[in-house]
């Protein structure tokens, strides 16, 4: 399976951008899809999660401003970043809890996959 994201760019502060992350593969489903951020000095850190049923969680830093979508019949995602600030300013990756289906379900198996990254950039 793999994560391919598009979107991101260079945008003023209070501005808007939207990231959009889709998985492709064979014989899959996917679980949890999630955005996270790194920032040049910080680890990666959770901004967005989607569960399968539709649930989200967002932590405080994003929470209000930050809203994600999740269409399952497509497996993608989209995050989408509105009064953005230039701490948001970060290397975004899209996640996807996989599980792998084989010829038996007793051989299925979970892991997680990461798309490539896009930048986002706020400028004050």
């Known amino acids: 399976v793999q994560l391919q994201a598009s979107g991101g760019g260079l945008v003023q502060a209070g501005g808007s951008l939207s990231l959009s992350c889709a998985a492709s593969?064979?014989?899959?489903?996917?679980?949890?899809m999630s955005w996270y951020r790194q920032g040049p000095v910080n680890e990666r850190e959770l901004v967005a999660r989607?569960?399968?049923?539709?649930?989200?969680y967002y932590p405080d830093s994003v929470k209000g401003r930050f809203t994600v979508s999740r269409d399952n019949a497509k497996n993608s995602i989209i995050l989408q970043m509105n009064n953005l600030k230039p701490d948001d300013t970060a290397v975004y990756y899209c996640?996807?809890?996989?599980?792998?289906?084989?010829?038996?379900?007793?051989?299925?198996?979970?892991?997680?996959?990461w798309g490539q990254g896009t930048q986002v950039t706020v400028s004050s």
């Open positions: 593969g064979m014989r899959f489903s996917i679980n949890d």
């Open positions: 996640n996807a809890a996989v599980r792998r289906h084989a010829l038996s379900p007793k051989y299925d198996y979970d892991y997680d996959v």
């Open positions: 989607v569960t399968r049923g539709g649930s989200t």
